[in-house]
Nanobody, 115 residues
């Protein structure tokens, strides 16, 4: 299993970024996928999760209405569209997969929101 995130960077407050996570090594369309984030000195926490079909999603309260998770099962990719970014969104963002036996993390992508 491999999860490779991309799309992070430096953005001003109020700006937008779109993260991608390219997955391989498993049947992507069979599994829910998640995005987590970890800010310096804080624990890693759930940002958003999407069902295997993409038909349902849930979000952390702190990002509701600003972030949207989506997936393309034909391209084995999950996305996180982040709008109206705030300095407190600064963190390393990780793609996450949990199966019946194991869980897997990507390497993370840094998002920095600063003027």
């Amino acid at each position: 299993v491999q999860l490779v995130e991309s799309g992070g960077g430096l953005v001003q407050p109020g700006g937008s970024l779109r993260l991608s996570c390219a997955a391989s090594g498993f049947t992507f369309s069979n599994y829910a996928m998640s995005w987590y984030r970890q800010a310096p000195g804080k624990e890693r926490g759930l940002v958003a999760q999407i069902s295997s079909s993409g038909g349902s999603a849930n979000y952390a309260d702190s990002v509701k209405g600003r972030f949207t998770i989506s997936r393309d099962n034909a391209k084995n990719t999950v996305f996180l569209q982040m709008n109206s970014l705030k300095p407190e969104d600064t963190a390393v963002y990780y793609c996450y997969l949990i199966t019946s036996k194991y869980n897997y993390w990507g390497q993370g992508t840094q998002v920095t929101v600063s003027s």
